[in-house]
């Protein structure tokens, strides 16, 4: 594990004071989560902040009938919370493999970025970018898309994100069970699992266990945005 080593090189720092480095740095502190801990709650108290460091964690929300709807699947160079100013959560955060984090209290990040704006621009910058990949969500949500396409569109994503190139094609880097398959879609596990068939079936992708390659991701990225996976030229 090398991330953790490189704190003068984290990406919220780029620019700033070093009197801000300093400060920031000592104001915080690494910290570990094994697999499976949920350290993140909606609707309680928001007094730290998770810049992750190493692994990857899953970013839910509880659908009104108590339905875990995933929204996104974070690693290095992100960060854990929804919010940075609220006092409160708003929502789950669940690690899905070791993870490591620089935590700082919010109250604290907060008069750092009082004082230097390089940082608030950093954090700005960061949560800009994420309301634009979750309006990029939304569009691929819509019920005129077929299930098949928003499971593409999702794993394609994530192959790019934690992708390993391999002879069989582009790994998914992380343990994808149908059941978190369900979760991230918002669907039945049942309708996830024929999903999953259906890509399988045309050669889209590759299942082995929990594990999930892509063959061809430009195949892949036409039948998303398209429906159709072959070049039409």
Known sequence: MEGHKNLENLWVLKDCKPSTRSLFLQAGQQIEHPKGRQFIRAREKNPSIFF???GKVQIYNLTKCGKKKILFILGKDNIANESLVGDYNTIFCETIEKCIFFVIKRVQLLALMKDDFALTKNLFQYQERKLWRLGHQLKNTVGSIYLERKLASKLWKLARDFGVSEERGIL??????VTFLA???????ETASRACRRLADSGLILMEKKKIWIPDAERMSRFYKTGNPEDPD
Do not use: A, N, Q, T
Request: proline residues 6%; aromatic residues 0%.
């Open 52 to 54: 992750i460091m190493e």
């Open 172 to 177: 998914i880097d992380m343990d994808l069970s």
């Open 183 to 189: 979760d991230l879609l918002g669907v039945p596990r």
